[in-house]
């Protein structure tokens, strides 16, 4: 099985970008990068605050930059955080650096799944669901467009996740 490079995932938060990157990058033996974590490692803070200080101009600029950056290495599986799509430069990144597969996952289970995460700063609002609709109507265009691959995600395990996509990887 030819196994491209470096596999971007995409989609909403709690979609499991990083859980089944995790798993993914096992699988295929390649390294895992969350872009997030490598946000908050390189600046010591995490996501909130940079929300909370710079708000979320500057997080895109810094999550920007870090794509840039991560998007040049080779053999990594990148979990993107939900919003990376929003930026053109990152889509030309994630659609020309590599194979970008689409976690999909109904409304309903992005909301159980981040019900309880304090650290998801878009969420910190009244009604997270409506929340979640808005960001879902805005984004799913882009996640479409940078797509080599759409697996949904649903009520299923990472393992069946990942299993699904080496599967369809081998069909290549």
């Known amino acids: 099985m030819k196994v491209p490079n470096n596999i971007f995932l995409v989609g909403p938060m709690g979609a499991g970008k990083s859980t089944v990157g995790r798993q993914l990058a096992k699988s295929l033996n ?3 990068v969350d872009c997030d974590r490598e946000i908050e490692e390189r600046t010591g803070v995490n996501i909130s605050i940079i929300f909370e200080v710079e708000g979320e101009e500057g997080f895109r600029k810094r999550e920007r930059a870090m794509i840039e ?3 040049e290495r080779d053999g ?4 993107t955080g939900g919003g ?8 030309a ?6 194979f970008a597969i689409y976690l999909n996952a109904p409304i309903e289970l992005l909301l159980e799944r981040t019900a309880r995460d304090k650290q998801r700063p878009l969420l910190q609002t009244d009604d997270p669901k409506a929340k979640l609709i808005s960001l879902a109507e805005e984004r799913e265009p882009l996640y479409q ?4 691959m759409v697996v949904k995600t649903d009520r299923r395990t990472a393992r069946h996740v990942v299993k699904e996509i080496v599967r369809r990887l081998g069909q290549l």
């Open 93 to 98: 990144r994630l659609r020309t650096r590599g």
């Open 76 to 79: 990594i599986v990148l979990a």
């Open 145 to 148: 467009q940078v797509a080599d």
């Open 84 to 91: 990376a799509v929003l930026e053109e430069d990152n889509r």
């Open 69 to 71: 950056q991560l998007t």
């Open 30 to 32: 390649m390294e895992f």
